[in-house]
């Protein structure tokens, strides 16, 4: 039995049925995990704590207790605290960082059940769209077979780990695409939800009102079984949401009509992609117009601006976020520093990364006193111009369309220049900028035989909206994951 | 009653003329709150080290700043104590430098949109001559104070101690209207008083519940601001006297010289007088402000500002002037009795149960507390904390209006009550201490004693 082939659909009406153990799975996951070790997906497992947890889930289920997620293998992103396991960001920084605290998330999945089978590799402070930023080096994704192909980034790990079997699934953060690119790029399922849905708390920051947690899987249906778990108000977070959050998974039970439904894509997104990814897309608007359907393009002007004003501000506040990291505490200290200015310039030298100190540079230039107003006010402004922008679609249309990336996933390398990297988040940043939801499925393959996904935005906490077109959609699709390949 | 005096005002006097002084404060004032501005940790002093710490004090990876309401309401409501104008809006934000103390690397603080803006206090400054003088304010923000550096603890290292880390403060800023070092002390000392009577701040200097900033500059009659001086981080009212008085004249000796002042930040030595330089201020360092993304902006609506002006204690100014005006004190007698609102409120009770109706019954028993009660507690002992009450206070007064006892023996009463709390007039009986007015009595006792 291939049991690490299975959703966890599929794996809850197998352990309900007695077909299998969460143990028997635990140990199916454990051998592709062993497989998949040239992947680079994990930089820390946790197995053996793993196994007791599944003779504990196979317990509740004996015992006819199963909770929600009980049972289901997972991998989590190295930016989730996670307590007495190694949290390093995957950088040198907080290579030897262990938290005594959990994330709020972690602490909501572990409460129903989830088994936690490793922290997955990522971009350095998931600052990064290939996964190549990552101190503990570049993880492959597995379409390439036998070339080097990028997972995408920067939950480049989560995103191998799912598609190739080391995990059901996992947990990735957003902040301008680092969910929705690589599981677009892997051939998964990755949601960014609306900003606030999930609490930060316990998540190594990147930028602050950009951060949001997301589930990767390897179909809607988990997906949405997942984010009912992880969403809800938290106390420790400020930003977090306090409206109900609804049981995404019940709203799949049954699929939506298209008949008359809006949707809008946006031409520059269209048409900064290239041809395979057009004629992608356009498939999928053929079958939805033929359902009834309408499917009109819109132009959002500022589009243009998007990631601009995203490296900007991503920038600026993780030069405020990551100045925490200073030798002084439980990061790396240098030891060639003999005074107290050393101690910073040598630790931070020494623990980050060329892309991170890159992006220092920017943010805490753009934040003095006499840029402040040119760059980061002025992005602000921006944000509320595009959210204006993103209201008036929403007044007419009930979700966007738009690719996911503008390509096919790349060769590891490929991209040199950090323009042509921060370009990558095309069609990811304009959302996450004003905190609306994402969500990237498969829509099929490109010319080279790889992973193309399609993006649903939506308007606020409209995840539900997202959720029942996307499952509609996949069933369509029909897409074929590597695993079932 | 008092007023506004332009007269009398201090000068210096130089070579070239009368110099005028300049003076504006930055006080950093603790908020009384039972836990941090953004954390759980309590606020409380310990002698051990990093014991009242939260993670997010410590600046862990993904810890969040959970803002305290009790810090907002302690600050809306110092700044009606201060006629300030609440801000609806206020945002915090961050100021970044890079100090072991400050273990996120920035300082949540608010400047762009603090939350009181404008507000001022009336000062009466003077022994003799009194004058009052109108000090008006900058604005009120709210900020989180740093760790403290302990070098002392190993030969060859620093060791931190964050339980000050996080602690609320909130910043008070004048606008340079002083024009002494007795008007700075004056108003400092009215400030204390009135955080006091607000329980928005233990206004302790010495025990490091206020620290000040002291910004010094001097001109000439009519001239424009001219460059000031920071004297930083004070903590005794006294020595920002002699900061005042030492910086000034020192100024004016530079600029009669013709030297430029510098705008610099000084620390003032207390034991020499001396004034050293620590850093410029015109190239401090740039803090990078900006609104700190893990923190909405704090929204207050009239019903919040209406409920802590329901709650507004009596303020000292007010309380000042009613104890003038009903008991018949002197200026001098009602700012005593009110600098502490505990004592404020013993002298009123015992007057409430005081049954003497007569003229200066009052102020009898101002003076009692004044004179009789003070002398006999220990420094650093609260009133509340005494054995005796107002009720036994009331009565002992009481037998010196009616003639009972005399002044003398009323005071010896006092020390015979002061641990017990006694009833004053039980020890009037037993001990025959009654004053005897009556003339044939009192002729029939000096018969038997004197001409026997």
Avoid at chain 1, 65 to 90: H, S, W, Y
Avoid at chain 2, 49 to 78: H, S, W, Y
Avoid at chain 2, 238 to 249: L, N, P, V
Avoid at chain 2, 310 to 328: H, T
Wanted: hydrophobic letters at 40%; a negative charge.
């Amino acid at each position: 039995m291939m049991l690490y082939k299975y959703t966890y659909s599929e794996l809850r009406a197998g352990y309900e049925a007695k077909d299998f153990t969460v143990k028997e799975v635990l140990a199916s996951y454990i051998q592709k995990i062993e497989e998949n070790q040239n992947l680079n997906g994990y930089i820390t497992l946790c197995l053996e704590q793993a196994l007791q947890e599944a003779k504990k889930a196979d317990e509740n289920f004996a015992a006819g207790q199963p909770r929600k997620l009980e049972g289901m293998p997972i991998a989590v992103k190295d930016n989730f605290c996670m307590k007495g396991l190694r949290t390093t960001a995957a950088s040198k920084m907080l290579e030897n960082f262990i938290p005594h605290y959990n994330s709020s998330v972690i602490d909501r999945i572990l409460n129903e059940g989830v088994i936690v089978l490793g922290k997955a590799n990522m971009d350095e402070f998931a600052m990064g769209s290939s996964n190549e930023t990552s101190y503990f080096g570049s993880v492959l994704n597995p379409w390439g077979n036998d070339k080097a192909i990028a997972p995408g980034g920067s939950s480049g790990g989560s995103a191998a780990i799912v598609a190739a079997g080391s995990s059901v699934a996992a947990l990735g953060t957003d902040t301008g695409g680092s969910v929705r690119q690589p599981a677009s790029f892997c051939g998964i399922t990755g949601m960014r939800p609306t900003y606030g849905l999930c609490s930060r708390y316990g998540i190594v920051a990147f930028a602050s009102s950009l951060d949001q947690a997301g589930p990767m899987t390897r179909d809607v249906a988990d997906n949405a079984l997942l984010l009912s778990v992880m969403a809800g108000h938290d106390p420790k977070d400020m930003t977090t949401l306090t409206e109900e959050i609804p049981d995404y998974s019940a709203i799949l039970k049954n699929p939506i009509s298209l008949k008359g439904k809006s949707f809008a894509y946006i031409e520059e997104c269209l048409s900064a992609s290239d041809e395979a990814v057009q004629r992608n897309m356009q498939n999928v608007f053929a079958l939805l117009r033929e359902r009834g359907a309408i499917v009109d393009p819109i132009s959002l002007k500022l589009q243009k601006y998007a990631i601009s004003a995203y490296v900007l501000i991503s920038a600026c506040e993780a030069s405020s976020n990551l100045a925490r990291y200073d030798g002084v505490r439980y990061t790396h200290r240098s030891q060639n520093a003999d005074k107290l200015s050393n101690l910073y310039n040598e630790s931070r030298s020494e623990g980050f990364g060329a892309e991170v100190k890159r992006r220092l540079c920017i943010g805490t230039y753009a934040l003095s006193a006499s840029e402040y107003e040119e760059f980061y006010l002025r992005v602000q402004k921006l944000r509320r111009l595009i959210y204006n922008d993103f209201m008036s679609v929403f007044a007419k249309y009930d979700l966007i369309l738009t690719p996911t990336s503008p390509s096919e996933p790349f060769v590891l390398g490929e991209i040199q220049s950090p323009c042509a990297m921060y370009a990558q988040d095309h069609m990811t940043v304009m959302n996450a900028l004003v905190g609306l939801p994402g969500l990237s499925i498969p829509s099929g393959l490109g010319a080279q035989g790889l992973p193309l996904g399609l993006q649903i935005i939506g308007n606020f906490l409209s995840e539900s909206d997202i959720y029942a077109l996307a499952h509609v959609l996949e069933k369509e699709i029909a897409f074929q994951s590597w695993l079932k390949k | 009653m008092v007023k506004e005096v332009t007269k009398n005002i201090h000068r210096i006097e130089g070579k070239t003329g009368l110099w005028e002084v300049i003076v504006g404060l930055e006080m950093h004032a603790q908020i009384a709150s039972q836990s941090k501005l953004f954390s759980g940790a309590s606020t409380r002093f310990s002698r051990n080290p990093n014991t009242q710490v939260a993670l997010v004090d410590v600046a862990f990876p993904g810890m969040l700043p959970v803002l305290n309401k009790e810090c907002i309401r302690q600050g809306v409501k110092t700044g009606l104590g201060l006629q300030g104008s609440i801000q609806k809006r206020s945002v915090f934000e961050r100021k970044s430098y890079f100090y072991p103390d400050l273990p996120q690397g920035y300082q949540i603080s608010q400047f762009f949109f603090p939350l009181v803006l404008g507000g001022h206090l009336d000062v009466s400054v003077g022994q003799k001559e009194v004058y009052s003088r109108r000090v008006n304010l900058e604005r009120i923000h709210l900020e989180q104070d740093a760790g403290k550096r302990v070098h002392d603890l190993f030969p060859n290292k620093s060791a931190l101690d964050l339980n000050r880390a996080g602690i609320a403060l909130m910043e008070i800023v004048t606008k340079p209207d002083m024009r002494s070092a007795e008007e700075a002390m004056a108003f400092l000392r009215s400030l204390l008083v009135l955080l006091r009577h607000l329980r928005t701040c233990d206004a302790n200097m010495k025990g490091g519940s206020m620290r000040v900033d002291v910004n010094v500059s001097v001109r000439k009659e009519g001239d424009p601001l001219g460059a000031h001086v920071e004297l930083k981080n004070m903590h005794s009212i006294k020595f920002i006297g002699q900061a005042i008085e030492a910086e000034s004249q020192r100024q004016v000796e530079a600029l009669e010289n013709g030297e430029n002042i510098d705008q610099n930040a000084c620390r003032f030595n207390p034991k020499t007088g001396g004034i050293t330089v620590m850093y410029a201020t015109e190239d401090a360092a740039d803090y990078r402000y900006f609104p700190d993304p893990d923190i909405p902006p704090v929204e207050i609506d009239d019903s919040f500002i209406n409920a802590v002006k329901e709650e507004m204690p009596e303020l000292p100014n007010a309380m000042v002037a009613r104890f003038c005006k009903d008991y018949a004190l002197e200026r001098y007698e009602a700012e005593i009795l009110s600098e502490d609102k505990d004592v404020s409120r013993f002298f009123e009770q015992a007057i409430l149960v005081l049954k003497v109706q007569k003229e200066g019954a009052a102020r009898e028993m101002a003076l009692w507390i004044i004179g009789e009660v003070f002398a006999r507690m220990s420094e650093g002992v609260s009133i509340t904390d005494i054995a005796l009450t107002p009720e036994r206070l009331a009565q002992l007064v009481a037998l010196v209006l009616n003639g009972s006892v005399s002044r003398a023996i009323g005071k010896s009463i006092l020390d015979k009550i002061w641990q017990s709390n006694a009833n004053p007039e039980d020890i009037v009986k037993f001990e025959g201490l009654e004053k005897i007015s009556d003339e044939e009595n009192l002729c029939q006792w000096v018969k038997e004693k004197v001409c026997c």
